[in-house]
């Protein structure tokens, strides 16, 4: 069974441009997550979706966004990138919103140069 | 709000030596305690879990006891590897608004 799969692998931009990021969750799965592990930082709890609603997001600015589609693969978004942005940016997907065991895909790398 | 607090490292130590990286948490209620493993230049990967007291997760050689009377998962193995050589990071979830809460994590490395 695949796992977490996350596009692309690495991503270079340059200040002021967007970013978009894509995820498959695991088959079934309907709750996927992103999360942003910036050098230094640690791992930041970034948005949570859920049947295709944004169920909660982390204390990031707007320009961070995203969407869940009807089969809930997910985008994440981020505009007007600033070099702060550049990061791992890790997908996971759950069962459901009961505590379930989450699952991460390797991550896209993006850099803003 | 939940929080955890684990051991800063970096920690270095040699092949087969007993491994200790503590962690205490934070939270209301019950909530279900990880350990996350993320080698060089991967994502995360679940080692092990517990969702109860008592509960003793187990993979790999590594074991957690989820302690609630000190609020800790501390993960411990009896015999690192060099292969054992990434970042462990440990975990809570309570199925609420920031699902999984992390530490600041622990790079461990082990030497031949």
């Known amino acids: 069974e695949a796992g977490v799969t996350q596009s692309p692998t690495h991503l270079i931009k340059t200040r002021g441009q967007q970013a978009t990021l894509r995820c498959s969750p695991i088959?079934?799965?309907?709750?996927v997550y992103w999360y942003q592990q910036a050098l230094g930082l640690g791992l930041q709890f970034l948005l949570w979706?859920?049947?295709?609603?944004?169920?909660n997001r982390g204390n990031f600015p707007p320009r961070f966004s995203g969407r869940q589609f009807p089969n809930y693969s997910s985008e994440l978004n981020v505009n007007a990138l600033e070099l702060e942005d550049s990061a791992l940016y890790l997908c996971?997907?759950?069962?459901?919103?009961?505590?379930?065991?989450?699952?991460f895909g390797e991550g896209s790398w993006l850099t803003v140069v | 709000g939940n929080s955890v607090t684990q051991m800063e490292g970096p920690v270095t130590l040699s092949e087969e030596a007993f491994l200790t990286i503590n962690c205490t948490y934070t939270?209301?209620?019950?909530?279900?305690l990880f350990w996350y493993v993320q080698y060089p230049g991967e994502g995360l990967q679940l080692l092990l879990k517990?969702?109860?007291?008592?509960d003793k997760g187990s993979n790999k050689g590594f074991e957690a006891t989820y302690r609630k009377e000190t609020t800790s998962f501390h993960l411990e193995k009896g015999s690192v590897q060099v292969s054992d050589s990434a970042v462990y990071f440990c975990?809570?979830?309570?199925?609420?608004?920031?699902?999984?809460?992390f530490g600041k994590g622990t790079k461990l490395t082990v030497n031949p």
């Open positions: 996971a997907s759950s069962l459901e919103d009961r505590g379930n065991t989450i699952y």
């Open positions: 088959s079934g799965h309907t709750s």
């Open positions: 979706y859920d049947e295709g609603e944004e169920r």
């Open positions: 939270a209301t209620g019950y909530p279900s």
């Open positions: 517990a969702t109860k007291a008592d």
């Open positions: 975990a809570l979830s309570q199925g609420g608004s920031e699902k999984l809460v």
